[in-house]
């Protein structure tokens, strides 16, 4: 079974919006690091962040995908 299916299970009570800012505060901690304080961000780092930004989107496009549509009347 896995680690991702409990972890999202338990993530069906959280709200969308909650998870995105958490996500965007992240962000902002990481340039905070890498542009003012100058930490190093090598490749490794890179890729990291890479495949976390990758899930929010895949994260944002399923929710955009899950909401339900009005149906269309001629």
Do not use: C
């Not at 190093?40 to 496009?61: A, H, K, M, N």
């Amino acid at each position: 079974m896995g680690l991702f299916p409990i972890y999202w299970k338990q993530l069906q009570d959280v709200p969308a919006g909650e998870i995105i800012l958490h996500r965007i505060l992240t962000l902002m901690q990481f340039l905070i690091g890498v542009f003012l304080y100058r930490e190093p961000f090598d490749l490794g780092r890179f890729i990291g962040f890479s495949i976390i930004w990758l899930t929010v989107i895949l994260f944002i496009i399923d929710n955009v995908r899950a909401q339900p549509t009005a149906p269309k009347t001629l």
